[in-house]
């Protein structure tokens, strides 16, 4: 059972583009939902995370939208860059469960030129 | 500051063989997580420690798998024997203690490659 779905597999957007990955989640005791940036050879690295009692956070170019009635979040870059190509994973955790990351299946997300 | 570090980065072994890895999470963190992607999949949770001490072990897939972290700092994850579906991408990551006023924050080391043939 999947506890954190993401969407969709891949994406290629225009240099300039916004690209946008939803995740939906169903464990409603998730408290912290972060998203990770992985380049190839790399670990994933943190780009932005937000608690369920905002319904936006903005840091430079990427955005995190988060609907806690639907349980659904997403990630949004502004402006996209080539530089930006990589595996992008939502992830979700509780507190109460040791603050153990439950990741989504990752985006591989390309920027073209 | 330096990072997590994991070693080694590739492992390539035979099935029924032994292998360890190990991690070395950022200077201060008291709680170090182990992840495993397995090809095409999501990063999946494995164990979690508080300074030495094993606070969950929860997403560990079977007995062949040993995770220590003596003294605190360092760990390794031994596994023993190893079977063609342990291949995989294993990371570690760390966070600061929450109770001293640290962030939920996780940082990932590289990953070890593990490839069992």
């Known amino acids: 059972q999947q506890q954190v779905k993401q969407s969709p597999q891949s994406l290629i957007v225009q240099k300039g583009g916004i690209p946008i990955i939803n995740c939906a989640y169903e464990?409603?005791?998730?408290?912290?939902f972060p998203w990770y940036q992985q380049f190839p050879g790399k670990g994933p690295a943190l780009l932005i995370a937000?608690?369920?009692?905002?319904s936006e956070k903005k840091e430079g170019r990427f955005t995190i939208s988060f609907n806690k009635s639907a349980k659904q979040f997403s990630l949004h870059i502004m402006d996209s860059q080539p530089g930006d190509s990589a595996t992008y994973f939502c992830?979700?955790?509780?507190?109460?469960?040791?603050?153990?990351?439950?990741f989504g299946t990752g985006t591989q997300l390309k920027v073209e030129l | 500051e330096a990072g997590v570090t994991q070693f080694p980065s590739h492992s390539v072994i035979e099935k029924g063989q032994t292998v360890t890895l190990r991690c070395d999470p950022i200077s201060g963190h008291d709680n170090l997580y182990w992840y495993r992607r397995v090809m095409g999949k999501e990063i999946k949770f494995l164990l979690h420690?508080?300074?030495?001490?094993?606070?969950?072990e929860s997403g560990m897939p079977n007995n062949r798998f040993l995770a220590e972290r003596t003294g605190g700092t360092y760990s390794t994850l031994k596994v023993q024997p190893a079977e063609l579906e342990d291949s995989g991408v294993y990371f570690c990551?760390?966070?600061?203690?929450?109770?001293?006023?640290?962030?939920?924050?996780?940082?990932f080391g590289p990953g070890t490659r593990l490839t069992v043939l």
């Open positions: 464990n409603t005791a998730f408290d912290y």
């Open positions: 937000i608690r369920p009692d905002v």
């Open positions: 992830a979700a955790s509780a507190a109460g469960g040791g603050n153990k990351l439950t």
């Open positions: 420690f508080v300074k030495e001490s094993k606070q969950d």
């Open positions: 990551a760390s966070s600061q203690s929450l109770l001293a006023g640290g962030s939920k924050k996780q940082f």
